[in-house]
């Protein structure tokens, strides 16, 4: 198993930036698939979901609104669009399946915020 991130950068508060996240070794579509963020000197925290078909999101308040969480299932990808992003929003970004908490982890994409 595993899940390799990217599409992480330096930009400007405000500003938007697409990750993604390809994963392998499991069969992708029957599992929910989270993102995660860890920020600098803090525990990782969940920052949204999405259900094995792409039906169902859900995201924690500090991101709803600006965060958007999709997945390709034909491609084993799971996607975070976020926009408006915010200084708090630096940090490594982390996918993985829930529902999986043995499998290993990747090794994340910096985000970089700017004020």
Same mark, same amino acid.
């Given at each position: 198993v595993q899940f390799v991130e990217s599409g992480g950068g330096l930009v400007q508060a405000g500003g938007s930036l697409r990750l993604s996240c390809a994963a392998s070794g499991f069969r992708f579509d029957? %599992?929910?698939?989270n993102w995660y963020h860890e920020a600098p000197?803090?525990? !990782?925290?969940?920052? *949204?979901?999405?259900?094995?078909g792409g039906i169902t999101m859900n995201y924690p308040g500090s991101v709803k609104g !600006?965060?958007?969480?999709? !997945?390709?299932? *034909?491609? *084993?990808?799971? %996607?975070?669009?976020m926009n408006n992003l915010k200084f708090e929003d630096t940090g490594v970004y982390y996918c993985h399946a829930p529902n999986r908490p043995l499998d290993p982890w990747g090794q994340g994409t910096q985000v970089t915020v700017s004020s």
């Amino acid at each position: 198993v595993q899940f390799v991130e990217s599409g992480g950068g330096l930009v400007q508060a405000g500003g938007s930036l697409r990750l993604s996240c390809a994963a392998s070794g499991f069969r992708f579509d029957d %599992y929910s698939m989270n993102w995660y963020h860890e920020a600098p000197g803090k525990e !990782r925290e969940w920052v *949204a979901v999405i259900s094995p078909g792409g039906i169902t999101m859900n995201y924690p308040g500090s991101v709803k609104g !600006r965060f958007t969480i999709s !997945r390709d299932n *034909a491609e *084993a990808t799971v %996607y975070l669009q976020m926009n408006n992003l915010k200084f708090e929003d630096t940090g490594v970004y982390y996918c993985h399946a829930p529902n999986r908490p043995l499998d290993p982890w990747g090794q994340g994409t910096q985000v970089t915020v700017s004020s």
